[in-house]
């Protein structure tokens, strides 16, 4: 292993390459040809499980399941190429207006950013020393109330800006065509199986990934809204 190579490229490199030498021959040569066609079917069908799901009432966990399950495919191939891409396949030549252009940009997003935060902190504040009755330990544990309750939202907020981002650097990646036929990936990922690279990079397609993962993460926020109340107000 190269001293340079991340330790998540190189793991993913082993991965995979053991996974083509093993199964290379063995893909069904329609799912070679119609990848992206196979993840959406795959998708679409343990999607529609949750009808029976909603219907007989099935326990939560397996809600969640299935909703990894459907998006598994794809979400593993989306996995493997970006692991084995560098970032420097994403840079592209950018004009001097088009610099300054996503500078100003980024300032009057911090400054606005800014803005809401110290109105959101002086609003929480006041409210917490209203409730608390000016008591200090009465006001800390609301604050920290409200600091566990919002967690989970800010880490599903999160989480879905690194499920865009993903889905932004594929379609930069690979496009959005089913079989592209060039692309930005490394030609050195899966050279010797290119049956199996053809399957993967099918499979890691920016609509399918996002639409996918997008509701797997809306359906696991409502059981957990379900399951979980939380008072915030």
Known sequence: MDAKEPVEQAIARYTVTGFASRYEDRHPNWLVDHALTAGWLWAALWILLLVPADHYNWHHWIWFVIAIVAVLPTFTATILVL?????????RSESVLGHFLARFAGWVFAFLAWTISVVLSATIASQLQAEGKNNEFTTLGLGLNLLLASAPVVIVFLWVVLLVRCSWFLSRLRGWRARPEHTRIPKSFLAESPRTHRLIVGLAHPGLFLATCLLA?????????????????
Do not use: E
């Open 83 to 91: 692991s084995q891409t560098p970032h420097s396949h994403l840079r």
């Open 217 to 233: 993460t809306i359906i696991g926020g409502l059981l957990y809204v379900d399951d979980v109340t939380i008072n915030i107000i």
